[in-house]
């Protein structure tokens, strides 16, 4: 079962805010703010298996994803590849 379909599990009522595209680089949620988690290297595979090459993945993500804030639900982003 993906992580996602999990979390869904635990929290059936909870509305989650998810970042478009990338429900498998999901890795877990913040118990206490029900924000969901995301591998940012993940992230990164995503893009790169959609086409952009490496350091396109990179900056589309960092510009585009990462540095974008909507809200108290805003995603957290776990740096797992340093």
């Given amino acids: 079962m993906k992580m996602l ?46 086409g952009l090459s490496e350091d396109d993945a990179i900056d589309f993500f960092n510009y585009n994803t990462k540095c974008a804030w909507v809200g108290e639900k805003t995603p957290i982003w776990c740096n797992d590849d340093l």
């Fill in 5 to 50: 379909e999990q979390i869904l599990k635990w929290f059936p009522d909870d509305d989650l805010l998810k970042a478009d595209g990338y429900d498998d680089a999901i890795i877990g949620i913040d118990d206490s703010s029900l924000r969901l988690i995301y591998s940012v290297k993940k992230c990164i595979d995503i893009l790169i298996a959609d």
